[in-house]
């Protein structure tokens, strides 16, 4: 997912306070929270993107959803809305997760595959690659995606690695074409 330079910059900036007054951690819970709530309500994405609402209203709502969040986090969601940000804010609690999960050490990984996978079957695929690090912590995202037939898509970062049965057979396709 692309992050906007905008999400980037609110994030660093709540970063930057948070590592000073000693409250990463906290903030990092209820920023996971945030993301968890924004990409379940379909409904709160409508009304913090409405542009006839104005900021008044939309702060008063945000004040009420994120009552039992510590004053940190109200405040930057009240001054996301106040600066007519409100619809970049799921962005920049990612952004914010993403940027304490890379001072952690925490690798995102994402496996993409054609069907349900068993526990032993993801391990050894993670175990397979030099990309994942065997000693380190790892944010796993499974995607089910049946059009890549088989096989499965592993992306670590900005790395990725394509052994799907779609990929293999569209090289082959490719290799027919040229020949």
Known sequence: ????????????????????????????SEMKDVTKLMSESEDLNKFFKT???????????????????SPVSQNLVTLVIR??????LRNIAQEF?????????????????ATQLSKDNIDQILRSTDLVKA???FDLKMNINPEILG????RVGDQQIDASVKS???NIKKDFHLN
């Open 168 to 170: 293999k057979l569209n």
């Open 51 to 69: 542009p006839y609402i104005d900021a008044k209203k939309k702060a008063e709502v945000a004040k009420e959803i994120f009552k039992g969040f």
């Open 135 to 137: 000693n380190s912590n």
């Open 151 to 154: 096989g499965y898509i592993l």
């Open 1 to 28: 997912m692309l992050t906007s330079k905008v999400a980037k910059r609110y994030a660093q900036g709540l970063l930057d306070f948070t590592n000073e007054s000693g409250q990463t951690a906290a903030v990092f």
């Open 97 to 113: 997760i993403n940027k304490v999960e890379d001072i952690n050490g925490v690798q995102r990984i994402t496996l993409t595959t």
């Open 83 to 88: 600066q007519g940000r409100e619809s970049h």
